[in-house]
């Protein structure tokens, strides 16, 4: 009985190894699989406290796994996060999943994942993804890169069919600038405490897209 | 009245100097762009790196409107240095050759001759800011295009191109109208002075305190709002995101009441004076 | 009388430049001011100009012209970088003188001056320099000319030449001229009337004729055998070659030549011989 109970348990923590892919996420993926590419016409706003930058366009191109291309003829600040759409950077590595339960925003119960890559070179440690089970997409995930620091995106989408976000919100950590005094600008009255302040500051970018040439599996 | 200021702009391009004066200014012209074209990527390299780190940048930012800019900053010493000792000459010259006596043997008003001399010094310090505008424009665009511009202000702002260039251009308006106020006051110098080295020690010594005084933080509501010094910078609030319109007006206003009463000063000493 | 100054005093600091100074030109006259350098003649002449105001007295000129009077002030002052025809023309546009070219040309023409010199005026010589300055005091018809040491820096030729000019403009044009100078030499060829200026009074005026004749005391005969004079030796003299130094008063000399004559001396030349010491004193 003894040794039946000790397999069963250990065949049990098996099939619990088996089930490392919560299922939700896998639907996201097969759904995120069907776009074949695609392009876009993005509007970025910038809203970080020391840098003032109009709104700028910008051209995406994606195809399926590759990089996004960006294009533009104007200066603009393409975000290192938040252009991934198609969630391509979250699920191209290997990766084992944990369910954190769930969590109600706008009284509306959304499902709490961590994705964490089990290929040592990938390019983050761990997501936490919050999913909309109702129309199976990710409408939030905070993301810790080994490189770029942590940043959390926030989708919205247009359409309750909708696989692509119209619009994503990118909140992340930036160090302010610091740079010689009289540089390229007027004397101003420099705020000494403000300027010593070693705390970093959050930056928030306003992507919205507008889709063309979408071509699904 | 008319026939004075014609005579006046008439001895003013008869003269070499004058045409010396103007090549110098262009030549200064050109070392800048060059020197603010390779210093400009350095620049540019220290004020986005902190950015780097979340964004890559598209598109070029050492462009013609980035060189203007920077000629803006250099400029505003470089050039009031010229015009101080071209307009004073337009008088200090005169008394040396005594041709002021001459002048004033002839049926001719003290006053309307003086204040000819005022009226040309100023037509000419705008001509020359609009020259140099032009060429700074003409030479900047046509070598390195046109793009967005970035300016560290306390925050870092980036202007799209045309407005930029919308900004550029004021920019030049009222750091002309500051470009007039230095001429007023070295013409007036010449008056009070009437020798040629002198006069120039004496207006160098102004613009340098000028500059000087600038940069000082008197921490006086008073003497920020009125001070003359902190008026003669107010092109730079056109860099402001927010262009603070209201300031610019005020500071405008003030630095040209400032030069009609340096004028009157001029005129009524001028005219109080023993010419022989 | 054209101008006229009366009663004209003026200090500087602790000098006295002009005390209790009157002079008078009418048209047509040429009046001197002789004395020596520091005397008060550019002062009394800027008061005239009126480029300079008096501590005391007035000036007045009798012209309703718009320039009643034109001059120069010890050296011409010109636009150096400028030709004479510029000069001219801009001194004329500053006085609103509508003109033509024309005009500029008889002005030059007037004076003596070269019309194919198209180089700046500091290539030229003072001579010429004075002429242009006269020309440019003539802009705009003054009925009063007034000339500070003209004929300063001129070489003899200049300044024969300067006289003709001067004394055309009185006769032909009928100006009032005032000349001064501290060589009296320069003003006794071509002054109706002479005034003295010594330490900024006037000591002495008068026609040209009665100031000289008061002030010789001897007179320079030239004649080849003059040596040979009997007469010459009843008076004090002095010979020197051809050149018989003699003292006499004016009213004298015209009967000693007369006996010179007699005597068959080849008289050549008999020349006044001023005394600076009478002149100049008070």
Same mark, same amino acid.
């Given at each position: 009985?003894r ?11 098996c ?9 939700d996420i ?13 392009s ?9 406290s020391?840098?003032n930058?109009?709104g ?10 590759e ?10 600040l393409i975000?290192?996060?938040g252009?991934?759409?198609s969630?391509y950077?979250l699920?191209?590595d290997?990766?084992?999943?944990v369910?954190?339960?769930?969590e109600?925003r ?11 890559p089990?290929k040592?070179? *990938?390019?983050f ?10 129309y *199976? ?12 620091? *942590?940043?959390?995106v926030k989708m ?5 069919t909708?696989i ?6 990118v909140?992340?950590e930036?160090?302010r600038i ?6 390229m600008?007027?004397?101003v ?9 070693d705390?970093?500051?959050t930056?928030?970018i306003f ?9 699904y599996? | 009245?008319?026939?004075l200021?014609?005579?006046?702009v ?6 070499r100097?004058?045409?010396?004066a ?6 200064i ?5 060059f020197s603010?074209y390779?210093?400009?990527?350095s620049?540019l390299?220290?004020?986005l790196?902190?950015l780097?780190q979340?964004?890559h940048?598209?598109?070029?930012l ?6 203007i800019?920077l000629?803006l ?13 071209i307009i004073?000459?337009?008088l200090?010259s ?16 003290? !006053?309307?001759?003086?204040?000819s ?8 310090t ?6 140099l ?12 295009g ?10 870092l ?11 550029i251009k004021?920019?030049?308006?009222f750091?002309?109208?500051s ?6 006051v070295?013409?007036?110098l ?9 006069t !120039?020690?004496a %207006? %160098? ?31 730079q609030?056109?860099f402001?995101f927010?262009?603070? !319109?209201d300031?610019i ?6 630095i ?8 009157l000063v001029g005129i009524i000493?001028?005219n109080?004076?023993d010419?022989? | 009388?054209?101008?006229s100054?009366q009663?004209?005093?003026k200090?500087?600091t602790?000098?006295n ?5 009157s ?9 001197g001011?002789?004395?020596a350098n ?6 009394? =002449? ?7 105001k008096p501590d005391t007295?007035?000036v ?10 034109g001059?120069?002030i010890?050296?011409?002052?010109l ?9 001219l023309?801009? =001194?004329?546009s500053m006085?609103?003188?509508?003109t033509n ?7 030059l023409t007037?004076?003596?001056?070269p ?5 700046p ?9 004075q002429?242009l300055?006269i ?15 003209p004929?300063s ?8 030449s300067?006289?003709?000019l ?12 005032l000349?001064?100078?501290h ?5 006794n060829?071509?002054c ?6 010594k ?10 004729q009665?100031?000289?004749?008061k002030?010789t ?12 004079s009997?007469?010459l030796?009843?008076?004090n ?5 051809d050149?018989?130094t003699?003292i006499i008063?004016?009213?004298k000399?015209s ?8 005597e068959?001396?080849?008289?050549t030349?008999?020349?006044?011989e001023i005394?600076?010491?009478?002149? =100049?004193?008070?």
């Open positions: 009985m040794q039946f109970l000790i397999l069963f348990f250990l065949f049990g923590f099939n619990l190894q088996a089930q490392d892919i919560d299922n896998i639907a996201i993926q097969k759904r995120s699989d069907t776009i074949i590419k695609f876009a016409e993005v509007k970025i706003n910038v809203d970080i020391f840098i930058i109009p700028k366009a910008a051209r995406i191109e994606y195809a399926k796994n990089e996004t291309k960006v294009y533009s003829e104007d200066f603009v975000p290192k996060k252009l991934d759409v969630l950077q699920f191209k290997p990766f084992i999943t369910d954190r339960g769930t109600i706008h009284l509306k119960e959304y499902k709490r994942v961590n994705i964490i089990t040592r070179k *990938s390019d440690s761990i997501a936490t993804v919050l999913i909309d089970l109702e *199976s997409r990710i409408i939030e995930y905070e993301i810790n890169t080994k490189k770029d620091g *942590s940043y959390i919205n989408y247009a359409k309750p909708s692509l976000p119209s619009k994503i919100e909140t992340f930036i160090e610091r740079i010689p005094l009289k540089y600008g007027k004397d009255q420099v705020d000494k405490k403000k300027y010593k302040s705390d970093p500051k930056g928030t992507l919205s897209f507008n889709y063309t040439d979408l071509i599996k | 009245m008319k026939n200021i014609f005579a006046e008439y001895k003013l391009f008869k003269q100097k004058t045409y010396y103007i090549a110098a200014i262009f030549l012209e050109i070392i800048i762009l603010a390779s210093q400009g990527q620049i390299d220290i004020l790196d902190n780097s979340s964004f940048f598209e598109g070029n050492l462009n013609g409107n980035l060189l800019y000629i900053n250099t400029l505003w010493f470089h050039l009031p240095l010229i015009l101080i000792i004073s000459g337009t200090t005169e008394y040396k050759d005594r041709t002021v006596l001459s002048v004033m043997l002839q049926p001719i008003s003290k !006053w309307k001759f003086i204040l001399k005022y009226i040309v010094a100023i037509l000419f705008l001509t020359i800011v609009l020259f505008a032009m060429t700074s424009f003409l030479l900047s665009y046509a070598i390195f046109k793009g967005d511009l970035i300016v560290f202000i306390d925050t702002n980036f202007f799209e191109s045309s407005g930029a260039y919308y900004r004021y920019a030049f308006l750091g002309s109208i470009m007039v106020f230095f001429s007023v070295s013409l007036t010449a008056i009070i002075l009437e020798e040629t080295t002198k !120039w020690i %207006a %160098a010594f102004f613009l340098i305190i000028s500059n000087i005084l600038l940069k000082v933080n008197f921490n006086n509501y008073f003497l920020d709002k009125w001070l003359y010094v902190k008026l003669t910078d107010t092109w609030y056109l402001y927010e262009i603070p !319109w300031k007006y005020w500071n405008t206003s003030l040209i009441v400032y030069t009609i009463v340096t004028m000493i001028f109080k004076k010419i022989a | 009388m054209i101008i100054g009663n004209l005093s200090s500087y602790s000098i430049a002009l005390n209790d100074v002079i008078t030109c009418s048209a047509g006259e040429i009046v001011v002789v004395g520091g005397s008060g003649k550019s002062t009394l =002449f800027k008061i005239l100009l009126r480029v300079m007295g007035t007045t000129i009798n012209s309703k012209r718009i320039k009643p009077i001059g120069i010890e050296k011409p002052a636009y150096e970088y400028l030709n004479p025809y510029e000069n023309k801009i =001194f004329a006085q609103g003188l509508e070219r024309q005009f500029f040309l008889d002005s007037k004076v003596g001056l019309l194919n010199r198209k180089d005026v500091r290539n030229f010589s003072m001579g010429m320099k002429r300055g020309a440019i005091a003539l802009l705009n018809n003054p009925e009063c000319l007034v000339l500070d040491e004929f820096g001129l070489d003899p030729i200049g300044i024969a300067l006289h003709k001067i004394t055309s403009l009185a006769t032909e044009e009928g100006l009032a001229i000349i001064s100078s060589i009296l030499d320069e003003l060829k071509v109706h009337r002479l005034n003295v200026l330490y900024g009074k006037i000591i002495q005026s008068g026609t040209t009665e100031l000289l004749n002030c005391t001897a007179y320079v005969i030239t004649a080849s055998n003059i040596i040979s009997s007469i030796n009843t008076y003299v002095t010979f020197k070659n050149q018989a003699v008063q004016p009213g000399i009967e000693l030549l007369q006996i010179l004559h007699s068959h001396i080849n008289i030349s008999c020349v006044p005394s600076m010491n009478k002149l =100049f004193e008070n």
